[in-house]
């Protein structure tokens, strides 16, 4: 199930034997217009039309009602970056640059599901199945990062690929939040929030020496590196 900000209340009033699916949306719309900490259980079963007593059915509490929606956001994002990445076709940096992208697009248009999962404050490891859905959409990034070490010029130490995941993710994660959300108070950019994650991205690449001048010369050294059988070494 898809869900925007944009829904109608008329949606996501409770209707019989839909009753979990009322409070999720009750709380998305919720953490849309105050945050994630801005409302209480009570709340979300008043937006859903529902009794105080009535959300205890289904979750334990308000952090179990938006650790549900976290989920379902990572779930959301890890089909988007998958799609995104598209098993690094039709080169690595391409396929990247993608990524990034969807990773920004994801923040603004799913403002509520990020908040969720980003600003919730709810520690990941407290819930397995949250933290097995952040594991699984992090590992796309994971993935490309792996791509991108093994275009390490000949000579050069590889990175390690979590590192250089985490660096690129803390990169897309800060555009995202500061510029990428569409937010009222955001600084105003001489360039877009998805041009300012390239760049930033470029320079961090060309720091450890990779060859970022022209995408041609990296998709050529991926090439040489995967052999004529069209595998990486």
């Not at 949250?130 to 070490?149: D, G, Q, V």
């Not at 300012?196 to 991205?201: F, G, K, P, R, S």
């Not at 001048?213 to 998709?219: D, G, M, S, T």
């Amino acid at each position: 199930m898809s869900w925007t900000k944009d829904q109608g209340r008329s949606e996501r009033g409770y209707h019989h034997g839909n009753l979990k699916e009322a409070l999720l949306q009750a709380a998305l719309d919720l953490i849309s217009k105050k945050g994630p900490a801005g409302f209480t259980f009570a709340d979300a079963a008043r937006m859903a039309g529902v009794s105080p007593a009535a959300p205890y059915r289904h979750f334990r509490d308000r952090d179990e009602l938006i650790a549900s929606i976290a989920q379902r956001g990572f779930e959301q994002f890890e089909a988007l970056l998958t799609a995104a990445w598209d098993d690094g076709r039709p080169d690595t940096v391409t396929a990247f640059e993608r990524v990034g992208k969807a990773y920004l697009a994801f923040a603004r248009n799913e403002p509520a599901f990020y908040s969720a999962m980003f600003e919730s404050g709810l520690p990941p490891d407290a819930n397995p199945t949250l933290m097995a859905a952040s594991e699984r959409a992090f590992a796309i990034i994971r993935a490309a990062a792996e791509r991108l070490a093994a275009l390490a010029p000949p000579g050069m130490p590889r990175p390690p690929a979590m590192m250089m995941a985490l660096h690129i993710w803390s990169m897309s994660h800060g555009v995202a939040s500061l510029f990428g959300r569409g937010d009222a108070a955001r600084r105003k950019l001489p360039m877009s929030p998805e041009e300012l994650l390239e760049a930033e991205v470029l320079i961090y690449l060309r720091g450890l020496g990779f060859p970022t001048e022209r995408r041609a010369e990296a998709a050529a050294a991926e090439q040489k590196a995967a052999g004529p059988w069209g595998k990486a070494k």
